[in-house]
C-alpha cells in the first residue's frame, strides 16, 4: 500500500495520520476489481465521514475563518462521493470508476494542500 507523499504532509500528526489513511483506502479503491469495487468504495466514505467529522471537531477549538467554507467543501465532497456509490449499486460502473480515476485523487490533494493546510496552520498557531 502506498504511502502518503511527503509534499502532502502538514505537519499536524492527527491530520497527518487521517490523510494517510484516506491515501491507503483510496488507493485500494482505485486498484479494486469490479466485485470489489463498493466494498471499497464504501470503506472510503466511512473513513471520509469520519475524517471529516474530527477535522470539523477540531476547528470548533479554534477561531478559524474558514470553518463555514470548510465545512462546506466537505459537505461537497460527501454528497458526490455519494452520488457516485449510488452509480455502483445501479450498475453504472464505468462512472463510478471515472470519478476515482479522473476525480476523487484531484479532489483529495487540492482540499488538502488548500483547506487542511490551512486548518494545520491555525492549529499550529494556536499551540
Ligand atoms: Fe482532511
Ligand atoms: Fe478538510
Known amino acids: 500500500m502506498s504511502q502518503l507523499p511527503d509534499a ?11 490523510h494517510e489513511e484516506f491515501w491507503g483506502l483510496f488507493e485500494a479503491l482505485k486498484n479494486a476489481s469490479d ?10 466514505i466511512l473513513h471520509t ?3 471529516f467529522a474530527e477535522e470539523e471537531a477540531d476547528m470548533e477549538h479554534l477561531v478559524y475563518a474558514n470553518k463555514a ?3 462546506q467543501e466537505h459537505q461537497k465532497a ?3 462521493m455519494n452520488y457516485f456509490r449510488e452509480k455502483v449499486s445501479s450498475k453504472k460502473l464505468i462512472f463510478a470508476k471515472a470519478y476515482v480515476k479522473d476525480r476523487l485523487g484531484d479532489w483529495f490533494r487540492t ?11 491555525m492549529i499550529i498557531l494556536s499551540r
Open 49 to 51: 465521514q469520519r475524517h
Open 35 to 44: 466485485s470489489d469495487f463498493s466494498a471499497a468504495f464504501d470503506a472510503v
Open 8 to 18: 502532502l504532509k502538514v505537519g499536524v500528526d492527527s491530520i497527518d495520520q487521517r
Open 111 to 121: 482540499h488538502l494542500l488548500n483547506m487542511d493546510s490551512d486548518l494545520a496552520r
Open 78 to 80: 460527501l454528497d458526490e
Open 69 to 71: 467554507e470548510h465545512k
